[in-house]
């Protein structure tokens, strides 16, 4: 079994609707949780970075990390076109903060 | 904004070739990084690198090698090149405080024939 699950999609969506991508993972140690977005052959490019539970927010997007139930989630509020990429989700732990464990990517299509 | 360039969008070799991957990023981030993304598997990390001279394997280093003789460069050496690493190739660097946060390179697409 993968450390990091992801939704494995694809995703499509009508512009403005409301967006959620969720990853479970296993390893208790995670502690930094990040979300990338990756356009069609692009690298990655990193979105939004957390630090252990909460919640955080950047624009229309929102990070959700629960601890608890080793559970995170990314929301996209407002959907547009432009955000039609792959999104991975990415986690790593305090002891080896450089290396990151990272979600296969769900791939969203938002249509106009 | 970080810059991170790979010598090559994309390369065609044969098998049996030594195959040479470069990576700069112009941060002066200590850390850099180098993965492969292939469909259904996602990014694995084959190795990274703390710091100059100094490199460390990731989950799949067999069949690669890697130097780092610059703070801002990273290559990646396919010794002898072999179908089952046609793949994209991805470089990643990120700072020491912050080593979670990475910076990716756009990809290189190499196609081992």
């Known amino acids: 079994q993968k450390e990091v699950e992801q939704d494995p999609g694809p995703l499509s969506v009508p512009e403005g609707a409301i967006v959620s991508l969720n990853c479970t993972y296993s390893?208790?140690?995670?502690?930094?949780f990040m979300w990338y977005r990756q356009y069609s052959r692009k690298g990655p490019e990193l979105l939004m970075y957390?630090?252990?539970?909460g919640n955080k927010e950047d624009g229309r997007f929102t990070a959700q990390v629960d601890k608890s139930s080793k559970y995170i989630s990314l929301f996209i509020r407002d959907s547009q076109p432009s955000d039609s990429a792959t999104y991975l989700c990415?986690?790593?732990?305090?002891?080896?903060?450089?290396?990151?464990?990272f979600g296969d990517g769900t791939t969203l299509t938002v249509k106009p | 904004d970080v810059k991170v360039t790979q010598s090559s969008r994309y390369l065609v070799k044969r098998t049996g070739e030594k195959v040479f991957l470069e990576c700069v990023q112009d941060?002066?981030?200590?850390?850099m990084f180098w993965y492969r993304q292939d469909p259904g598997l996602g990014l694995r990390l084959i190795y990274f690198?703390?710091?100059?001279?100094?490199?460390e394997k990731g989950d799949i280093p067999e069949g690669y090698s890697v130097s780092r003789e610059k703070k801002e460069r990273f290559s990646l050496i396919l010794e002898s090149a072999s179908t089952n690493q046609t793949s994209m190739y991805l470089c990643?660097?990120?700072?020491?405080?912050?080593?979670?946060?990475?910076?990716f390179g756009p990809g290189t697409r190499l196609l081992v024939l």
């Open positions: 990415a986690m790593s732990s305090i002891t080896n903060a450089g290396k990151s464990t």
């Open positions: 990643a660097s990120s700072p020491q405080g912050a080593r979670e946060t990475q910076y």
């Open positions: 690198s703390y710091d100059v001279k100094m490199k």
């Open positions: 957390t630090y252990s539970s």
């Open positions: 390893n208790s140690a995670f502690q930094y």
């Open positions: 941060m002066d981030h200590e850390n």
